[in-house]
């Protein structure tokens, strides 16, 4: 039974590009959540997805954008991107409708902007 | 808004001897409470979880925590520590929005283990 997966595991970008990630969740899962945990910090939530539609949004700017899919997979966009962004990201994969569930977290992708 | 608190960013203690990680929680709702660990450079992974059925809640590799309603408290505790354990660790509320649900993490305690 694969967990949640993430790619890529490592990511360089430029101040002012735009970077995609990808999250496939546990199997079984129907909603995704992603969250930014940048260093020496706990991890922030940013939105989560359901039936291909966010559903909960943190406090983040409009840079950061997502996406789900019909296989219930994921993709983080954040646009013009600003040194304050380099963070580890994670994504988590639950069901919908069971909040004392836990989330199961992916390795995360380490994203560095310089 | 539901948050947690972890009253200590660091936490050593020797081999052997008991480990006390403290967490306050502040909620609206009925929380669920959740201890995660993060070894580094790798995932988050579930210790233990409160969702209102035992206070007295027992998890993974010998850990426990005790939730405590009247002190708005969710400490996680093993008696006897390993080498193993050191990593850092996340005091967690679900804070449940109709069905959806959004993790609000403490800030962390690092646990450092000494031979």
């Known amino acids: 039974d694969a967990g949640v997966t993430q790619s890529p595991t490592h990511l360089i970008k430029t101040r002012g590009q735009q970077v995609t990630l990808r999250c496939s969740p546990k199997s079984g899962h129907d909603t995704v959540s992603w969250y930014q945990q940048a260093l020496g910090q706990g991890p922030q939530f940013i939105f989560q997805?359901?039936?291909?539609?966010?559903?909960q949004r943190g406090n983040f700017p409009d840079r950061f954008s997502g996406h789900q899919f019909p296989n219930y997979s994921s993709e983080l966009n954040v646009n013009a991107l600003l040194l304050g962004d380099s963070a580890l990201y994670l994504c988590a994969s639950s069901w919908w409708g069971r909040q004392s569930d836990e989330q199961y977290f992916g390795p995360g992708t380490r994203l560095t902007v310089t | 808004a539901q948050s947690v608190t972890q009253l200590d960013s660091h936490v050593s203690v020797s081999e052997g001897t008991p480990v006390l990680l403290r967490c306050n929680y502040s909620s609206s709702y009925s929380p669920s409470l959740f201890w995660y660990v993060q070894h580094p450079n790798k995932g988050l992974q579930l210790l233990l979880k409160y969702t209102s059925a035992a206070t007295l809640v027992k998890g993974i590799n010998g850990f426990e925590a005790e939730f405590k309603k009247s002190e708005t408290s969710f400490h996680l505790t093993k008696p006897s520590a390993h080498m193993s354990d050191a990593a850092e660790y996340f005091c967690v509320v679900s804070d449940p929005d109709g069905t959806a649900s959004k993790l609000t993490f403490g800030t962390g305690t690092r646990l450092q283990v000494t031979l």
């Open positions: 997805y359901y039936e291909e539609e966010e559903r």
